[in-house]
């Protein structure tokens, strides 16, 4: 089966957003976890960024694997494995940031 074209345009916005939230995250980089925690306005921003983070990840590879004529899963972790096992990311690499989908869906639900 083919898949979809790869949109070099989709890729190159949902990059750009990920550097975008990367960088709005780097300003909270050495904040102590304790005052994260006592600020309900700094410990949002940045669950809120790792949220905006994490997804564009997640719309990255679904878009990737869909131009490669590989079913999309309907998980989220699969989807980074697969990149993996297609070569489109270091195996190991993948294999690491795979779980990031599960820290997503506790972002998201809980």
Known sequence: MDGLEL??????RRLRHLA???????RFRDIPLEQLEADD???WAVLHGL???IQAVLDISAHVLASTGATVP???RTGILMLGKLRVLPE????????????RNILVHD
């Open 7 to 12: 949109d070099p345009a989709v890729l190159q």
């Open 20 to 26: 975008n939230a990367v960088s709005r995250l780097e």
């Open 41 to 43: 306005g700094t410990d």
């Open 51 to 53: 949220q905006i983070c």
């Open 74 to 76: 309907d998980q989220y």
């Open 92 to 103: 190991e690499f993948a294999g690491r940031i795979a779980a990031m989908a599960g820290f």
